[in-house]
């Protein structure tokens, strides 16, 4: 159960796009359609922000999207704004009723 | 609105146990799941384990295997994480979750209880 693999950090200007990785291996983001996306901000609980994939819950921005190919998962961030500066982490499930989180990218909007 | 509530933060001597507990609501699992995740200082999140009362027993990450417990009380809808012989390094914050059994993502999340191991 290896953590799964994201950039430490990412930064971006308002309204620009931003993609952040999430690379796992062929037992856990490449055997599953099911990778899940959260936002933290500091001091608060994650935010589930995409789920199986790249469907988005109710009341989750339509800037957010997330994408997979292979063991490697994707989120897309478009028109960058200054509340989404914050950490964000991967997870995957991993068979037999076990997840594994990614180790968290910080998001910065320059 | 679905809410998660925790116990409050603790401090506990090493070699000692803590008991944090996740009061939802009566029925939550019926069709959902309780997972806990934590979260060192300055540090990322790590999946501890979940119960799935309608699975069955509970499963733990490799980790934590003989030191950490998860129960759930259907009567009362609260879910329980024992974490024994604590050392200095599980000094985090424990947040629970609850899971969702067809899409296994975690969608609403309590507040998070700190727990301090320190001598």
């Known amino acids: 159960q290896s953590a799964l693999t994201q950039p430490a950090s990412v930064s971006g200007s308002p309204g620009q796009s931003i993609t952040i990785s999430c690379t796992g291996a062929s037992s856990d983001v490449g055997n599953y359609d099911l990778v899940s996306w959260y936002q933290q901000h500091p001091g608060k609980a994650p935010k589930l922000m995409i789920y199986?994939?790249?469907k988005r819950p109710s009341g989750v921005s339509d800037r957010f999207s997330g994408s997979k190919s292979g063991n490697t998962a994707s989120l897309t961030i478009s028109g960058l704004q200054a509340e989404d500066e914050g950490d964000y982490y991967c997870c995957s499930y991993a068979g037999s009723s076990t997840w594994v989180f990614g180790g968290g990218t910080r998001l910065t909007v320059l | 609105q679905v809410q998660l509530v925790q116990s409050g933060a603790e401090v506990k001597k090493p070699g000692s146990s803590v008991r944090v507990s996740c009061r939802t609501y009566r029925g939550i699992f019926s069709n959902y799941g309780i997972t806990w995740v934590r979260q060192a200082p300055g540090h990322g999140l790590e999946w501890m384990g979940g119960t799935i009362p309608i699975f069955g027993k509970a499963n733990y990450a490799q980790k934590f295997q003989g030191r950490v417990t998860i129960t759930a009380d259907e009567s009362t809808g609260t879910a329980y994480m024992i974490l024994s012989n604590l050392k200095s390094d599980d000094t985090a914050v424990y947040y629970c979750?609850?899971?969702?059994?067809?899409?296994?993502?975690?969608?609403?999340w309590g507040q998070g209880t700190l727990v301090t191991v320190s001598s």
């Open positions: 199986e994939d790249n």
């Open positions: 979750a609850r899971s969702r059994t067809g899409t296994r993502d975690f969608d609403y």
